[in-house]
Nanobody, 127 residues
């Protein structure tokens, strides 16, 4: 298993959650990690990306200023801190890896390039 997501749950609008994506050492060191979400009845959409090779990042317009992606090198883990959550953020969240030496540039438009996927974690924003 290369990628494992944890941290999903149910939260009220305006609340916060932090998702974790634990990766194998090789993936963590050389791949770009993209958080992807899929809401019921909708296609998968890229949310936030961070690249280990060129330091590039990507955030979808819908989450800018609310979501932050980060890395913990000691734990081989990528985090997605989600603040000011809205009902429209409700989805299954996946982390995916592209590489080696991939950039986050254009990440959201090339989901098919991502080689490894986690199993997903449910996030529900509801009062």
């Amino acid at each position: 298993v290369q990628l494992v997501e944890t941290g999903g749950g149910r939260v009220q609008p305006g609340g916060s959650l932090r998702l974790s994506c634990a990766a194998s050492r090789f993936i963590f060191d050389y791949y770009a990690i993209l958080w992807v979400r899929q809401a019921p009845g909708k296609e998968r959409a890229g949310v936030s990306c961070i690249s280990s090779s060129d330091g590039s990042r990507y955030d979808a317009d819908s989450v800018k200023g609310r979501f932050t992606v980060s890395r913990d090198n000691a734990k081989n883990t990528v985090y997605l801190q989600m603040n000011s959550l809205k009902p429209e953020d409700t989805a299954v969240y996946y982390c995916a890896a592209d590489g080696p030496y991939a950039s986050c540039r254009g990440a959201a438009s090339r989901l098919r390039d991502y080689d490894y996927w986690g199993q997903g974690t449910q996030v529900t924003v509801s009062s």
